[in-house]
């Protein structure tokens, strides 16, 4: 099989589902930033002398700044590979089953082994192979036209 080389196949639900998986990665860090922050806080605000604590403060921020940037990028790279996997696939047997609704032939859908959707891929051959077969005594049937 072929590997595609665009990975925004269905961009709209790629996008979509990205965007989201960042809003749920972005809440549970600020979540566990603020518990850690209401848990050691104190601590570590009275271990330190007053002087230092706003060098701690800017280090702690300065440090979290470039950790996040490289890390969002990782993640929405890592959510646009996945939803490949799924958008790919969709698209694929979309098309599929558009040619089929136009009567056209329809190959084998095949997909890649990391894809999802196989089962589905898997129902819709045995569909096209049915649909294949009720047209082929349609076309027995049909008077040749040099019988006219």
């Given at each position: 099989?072929?590997?595609?080389?665009?990975?925004?196949?269905?961009?709209r639900?790629q996008?979509?589902?990205t965007?989201?998986?960042l809003?749920?990665?972005?809440?549970?860090?600020?979540?566990?930033?603020?518990?850690?922050?209401?848990?050691?806080?104190?601590?570590?605000s009275?271990?330190?002398?007053?002087?230092?604590?706003d060098?701690?403060?800017?280090?702690?921020?300065?440090?979290?700044?470039?950790?996040?940037?490289?890390?969002?990028?990782?993640?929405?790279?890592?959510?646009?590979?996945?939803s490949?996997?799924?958008?790919?696939?969709?698209?694929?047997?979309?098309?599929?089953?558009?040619?089929?609704?136009?009567?056209?032939?329809?190959?084998?859908?095949?997909?890649?082994?990391?894809?999802?959707?196989?089962?589905?891929?898997?129902?819709?051959?045995?569909?096209?192979?049915?649909?294949?077969?009720?047209?082929v005594?349609?076309?027995?049937?049909?008077?040749?036209?040099?019988?006219?």
């Amino acid at each position: 099989m072929k590997t595609r080389g665009k990975y925004l196949i269905k961009k709209r639900m790629q996008l979509g589902l990205t965007f989201r998986f960042l809003f749920l990665i972005i809440i549970f860090s600020l979540f566990i930033g603020f518990e850690v922050y209401i848990t050691i806080w104190p601590a570590v605000s009275e271990a330190i002398p007053q002087d230092l604590l706003d060098l701690v403060m800017d280090q702690i921020f300065f440090r979290m700044i470039c950790f996040i940037f490289p890390v969002l990028f990782v993640i929405t790279a890592f959510s646009i590979v996945f939803s490949h996997r799924i958008a790919g696939p969709i698209y694929h047997l979309e098309k599929s089953l558009d040619r089929l609704i136009r009567g056209d032939d329809v190959e084998t859908i095949r997909l890649r082994k990391s894809d999802a959707l196989k089962e589905l891929a898997e129902k819709i051959n045995s569909l096209v192979l049915m649909v294949k077969q009720s047209r082929v005594p349609e076309q027995k049937d049909s008077p040749s036209p040099n019988n006219k």
